[in-house]
Each structure stands twice: as C-alpha cells, then as structure tokens.
C-alpha cells in the first residue's frame, strides 16, 4: 500500500515536473514569440525607413534631372528664339525614356508647338491646371501635376513643367515632360518584397496619387486620399504611422519620408501579416532560419547600397541615388547658398557657349569677378553676414545681365559670368560697368546694419584672348588680378591673344592612343589633359599660388562632372563592371582632395604627377573596355 501510493506520488510528481516543464516552454514560447515580433517589428521599421530613404533619393533625383532638363530647354529656346532649333536640341538630349515619356514645349496661347507626338501638335492646352497655374505665378519652382490619361496618347501620366519667362518678365509659356509613373513603381517593385507591403507617392498639395505598387484602381489616381496620415506628414518631415489603408482596405504601418523640398511624400507600408510571416520564417529549423537571414541580409544590403550612391553621383553626390548620390546632390549642378550654377554646370554652359560661337561666327565674353571688401565684412560681422552678402550681390548681378547669360559662383567670393552671342566686344565695357554700378549701393544685413562691397573684374573674349576654356579662363583670371592691383573696383579686359599663348609643346599629349570610341567622353578626356597641361604650364611659369591652387580646384570640379557623365552611360546601358568603376572614380576623388591640402608646402609638381599618372592609366585600363562596351551597345 505504501508502495503504491509513493509510486503514485512519484508519478504524480513527475507528471507535475513535466507540466511544469511544458507550461514553463509554453510561457517562455510565448515571451519568445512576442519579443520576436517587437523585434520583427522594429527591424521591419527600420527596414523600411532605409528602403522609403533610397526611394525618395531616387525620386528627388529624376524629378530635379528633369527639372534641369526642362531648364536647359528653355535657356535653348530662349537664345535661339528657334522652334526647329529647340526641337532639334530636344531630340538630341538622350533622356531615359523610360521615365520621359515626351517633352513638349507649349506657347504662353497655351498652343502645342514641339512634341514628340505629331498629333498634339497646334492643339491647345490653355485649360490645364498645369499651364495655368504657371501662367499665373512666376515663383521659378516647377509645377508636379496629378496622374491623368493623355487626351491623345490615353497613357497614364504625370507632367513636371517649368515657366517660360520673356526677356521682360511676361510670361512666354511653358516646357512640360510628361512622366510615367509605371517607371517609378516598376522601381519601387523590384526592392519591395512582401505580400502586403505598398510603396506610394503622393502630392501633398492636392493629397493625390503620382506613382503606386501596387497599382491602384483607376478611378483612385485623379481623387485626393483622405487619411488621418496627413496630419502627422504636415506637422513633421518624416515618421511612423499605424493606419487603415484608405486605398485597399488594409490595416498598415506607413514610414512616411518628404522628398526634399518637393511638395511630395513618399511612404511604405507593411501589413501584420508581414510581421507575422516573418516572425515564421526567423522560428523554423536552424538551417531554414540562416536561410531566412542571408535573405533578409542581401536585401538589406541592397537597401543600404542604393541609399549610398545617389549620397556621393543622385552624395557623392549618395552616389546622385545613394548619390545619384553623394555628388549629383551633392553634387549639385547649382550652388546651395545663391541658388547660382556651381563649377561643373559653369563649364558645361560655357563649353556649349564656344561650341554655338565657333558654328555661328559670334564672339563670347567670359567675365571673371571677385569681390573687394568681402573678407573684412566676414572678420567683423561674421559668416551669416557674408553669406546675406553673397546672396545680395548674386541677385543683383542676375538682374544686370540677359536671362539667357550664365552667372555662376566659382566658389567663396568668386563669381563668373558668361556673355554669349555677341555680335562684337563693344557693349562688353558696359556690362562690366553695370556690374560694379550695381553694387554702389550699401547691402542691408538681417541684423538691419548696412555693409559695402565692391568687384574686380577680369575679361576676356572668345576668339581674341582664346579659343579654348582654359586659354580663356587663364585670361580672364590674370585680368581680374591686373584689376585688383590697379586699385579694384574696376575691370580689365586681357590684351592675352592666342598667338602669345606659348609654343613648348604639351606635358601630356593627347594622341589617338587615349581615345575609346565615345565621343561624349573622348572631348571631356581631351578637355582634361589640357587642363593638366595648363596647371604643368602655370607652375614652371612660376605663376602665383593662389591662382594656381584655383587651376586645381577648377580640375577637380571637372573631374567630378566628367565621373558622372560616365556614371550616366553605365547606369543607362547596364555596364557590368559599373560598381568597380565608380569605386576607382571615388577613390581618385578622395586621393586628389587629399593630397591637395599639400599644395601651400610646395609640392606642386607631385600632385599634379599623381592626377596625371592616375589620368592616363585610368584611360587605359578602364575606360577603353567601358568604350568597347558602349560601342557594342550601339553608342558611339
């Protein structure tokens, strides 16, 4: 009897054990499951902050390229006063027309004039938010209009549009590119994995939709979403929100991110059932669960790798995306603080410049201006003052000078000017007068104290100081220093004439040994051993630090510009060496800013070896098989 009730306290107590045991793998399963599905949460969070981050890079980068690309358009059209002219410089851009499906260019009747489409031409557009709402404002900003079919193609777009300004001011029309928006989902589609994930963009003027994955119904493109969303978008730039899709019915939570200064937003959602579905896929067997996280590794990974290149081409410029990048942002074609064409835009629009000059017979006059006075209002009042400063002057000289001439900021309290399609070099005295008379008057600072600066102002003309960007950049650059010792605030123009120049030879010939076949960047190669050539030229002449510093700072700017000119071809046609490419420009880059700050020690010479060793194998080594790709690919 004792036996068998310590047998049954034995049995009883380990099944007490083993419910214990049970209950205590239960309880810890459930703990286990509900920190895995905070942590799946977050990590899904954070996943989609990344992914929302690289989609509004991605975005802010198309629309401020199409931006540009209307802007050169109109700069065309506005010179040449030309339809056929304009047309013709259209058809010529190279746009990805996967993304540009059109680009029209629209009288201030509101009269189709250019258009791919034969059909629209003549036909009016006078009725049109778009073309009214620029007719009526003229803040320089692009108008972004909804989603709405085509009254002739019946293709589902959205237009960005940028006004046409008379030389008076009024209002000469419009230039419209209009988008699909199927590009942008195909793109959100491809790094958006999960059954119920959406990625939308949005207006947040008119709270509509202008791109979708999934694609939404049609009748949902042209009526504003109404969400509790909204509210928390309009009081913060970016955030997290939990909310019933008012699109498809879906309970998600939104990462929201606003795209730039842009009016649009960009948001992702992920539904419970991605938690859930994740969380099951990290609880299965050993070998599933690594599985589950060299996915969610890669995927990440290519997250991460977008982010940067559109932060250093769209950052460097992000890679203007992760840079187009840490650059094209970065590396902006404008200056951030005036608003004003930067160094690479400055040497694009003047190369185009000499390139209309030598076709039409015309004279061109590059003005080289740096300010007097400037660095003792940054001594005594500070940087924000210099900067009112440099804000004050840029837009006065902008109001001094024809739209369709080019005012850049060089950099600090240098500024450049080009004067185009000058029939002859007389009115050039004028125009630099006006630039000093214009600064005669005080400048008011924030703080409501007055300040004065005036200009040195260096000229020289296309063809009679130089026929080359760097001939006349040299002679430009020692006129205005002529300027400065002659007591400043006047102008010189330079008795340089192309004869006079020098006959040594170059450092660094430029043979057919360094061409690859694409014309594109076989001009910019030769642009560049000519400057190499300059800065070798400058430095035995003994010529002044200052000016030679600025030669290099002028050859690092180009280069940059000329990295993404390559960075374009290779995203545009696939390249497969793209990544190695682009990690070899960026350590140049690097190198050359680096060893650039041992210019004031003298060592001149061996920086100028290291750009030009690394220059000519560059050539040789990379971008002949990248031409031998490109030419492969039918681009020559």
């Known amino acids: ?166 030389p008076d001011g009024s209002f000469g029309g419009i230039v419209v590119a209009t988008i699909n928006p199927q590009a942008f989902a195909d793109y959100y589609q491809r790094l958006t994995p999960g059954a119920q994930k959406v990625v939308a963009l949005f207006g947040t003027n008119d709270k509509k939709i202008r791109a979708r994955f999934p694609e939404p119904e049609p009748a949902q493109w042209s009526k504003p979403i109404e969400s509790p969303l909204w509210a928390q978008i309009n009081a913060t730039d970016n955030g997290v929100f939990q909310t019933i899709s008012p699109v498809d019915g879906i309970p998600r939570i939104y990462v929201f991110t ?97 390139s209309a000059a030598r076709r039409n017979d015309k004279s061109v006059a590059l003005l080289f201006l740096d300010l007097d006075g400037f660095k003792l209002i940054n001594d005594e009042f500070g940087h924000d003052a210099g900067d009112s400063v440099l804000k004050t002057v840029a837009k006065r000289w902008l109001g001094s000078v024809r739209e369709i001439d080019t005012v850049a900021r060089l950099g600090g309290d240098e500024f450049a000017i080009i004067v185009g399609n000058l029939d002859g070099c007389e009115s050039i005295a004028n125009i630099a007068q006006k630039l000093i008379d214009v600064l005669h008057a005080d400048i008011e600072l924030p703080d409501g104290r007055f300040v004065h600066v005036g200009t040195s102002i260096g000229i020289a003309i296309y063809p009679d100081n130089g026929t080359e960007i760097d001939s006349l950049l040299a002679a430009a650059d020692t006129a205005m220093y002529a300027s400065k010792s002659r007591g400043k605030n006047t102008f010189t123009r330079s008795d340089q004439h192309p004869d006079r120049q020098g006959s040594n030879g170059a450092w660094v010939p430029f043979n057919s040994s360094h061409l690859i076949g694409i014309e594109e960047i076989d001009q910019q190669h030769r642009q560049l051993v000519s400057m190499v050539n300059q800065i070798n030229q400058a430095i035995i002449a003994k ?57 004031p020690q003298g060592n001149d010479l061996l920086v100028l070896q290291t750009i030009k060793d690394w220059l000519i194998g560059h050539i040789q080594n990379a971008d002949k098989p990248l031409g031998a790709f490109l030419i492969k690919r039918g681009l020559s």
């Open 543 to 599: 010529t002044a630090q200052k000016s030679i510093e600025r030669l290099f700072k002028e050859l690092i700017a180009f280069t940059i510009f000329h990295f993404e000119t390559e960075h374009r071809l290779m995203v545009r046609y696939a390249y497969p060496g793209l990544a190695v490419h682009d990690h070899d420009h960026e350590q140049l880059v690097d190198e050359v800013t680096r060893i650039a700050s041992e210019l």
């Open 1 to 166: 009897m004792n036996h068998s009730v310590k047998l049954k306290q034995k049995i009883t107590l380990l099944w007490a054990v083993v419910l214990l045991v049970l209950v205590a793998m239960f309880l810890a399963g459930l703990e286990a499951r509900s920190r895995s599905y905070a942590e799946e949460k977050a990590r899904l969070e954070h996943e989609a902050t990344l992914a929302n981050l690289a989609f509004s890079e991605f975005t802010s980068q198309v629309v401020n390229q199409v931006d540009a690309l209307l802007s050169s358009v109109r700069q065309f059209y506005l010179r040449t006063g030309s339809i056929d002219e304009t047309e013709g410089f259209i058809n010529n851009l190279g746009f990805d027309k996967s993304i540009v499906d059109n680009i029209y260019l629209i009288d201030a009747s509101g009269a189709v004039q250019i258009s791919h489409d034969q059909k629209t031409r003549g036909r009016s557009i006078a009725d049109r938010d778009f073309f009214q709402a620029l007719r009526d404002r003229n803040d320089g900003l692009p108008f972004i209009s909804a989603v709405e079919k085509g009254r002739i193609t019946d293709k589902l777009h959205f237009r960005i549009s940028c006004r046409i300004n008379r």
């Open 258 to 354: 606003k795209v730039g200064a842009l009016p649009l937003v960009m948001m992702l959602g992920f539904s419970e059932a991605d938690i859930v579905r994740s969380v099951e896929q990290h609880t299965r067997p050993l070998l599933q669960g690594a599985i589950a996280t060299i996915v969610f590794v890669l995927m990440l990974s290519i997250i991460l790798t977008i982010v940067f290149i559109s932060r250093e081409r769209f950052e460097r410029a992000n890679q203007k995306l992760g840079a187009l990048y840490k650059q094209m942002r970065t590396q902006a074609m404008f200056d951030a603080l005036t608003g004003l064409p930067s160094r690479p835009m400055f040497f694009d629009h003047l190369s185009k410049e000499l």
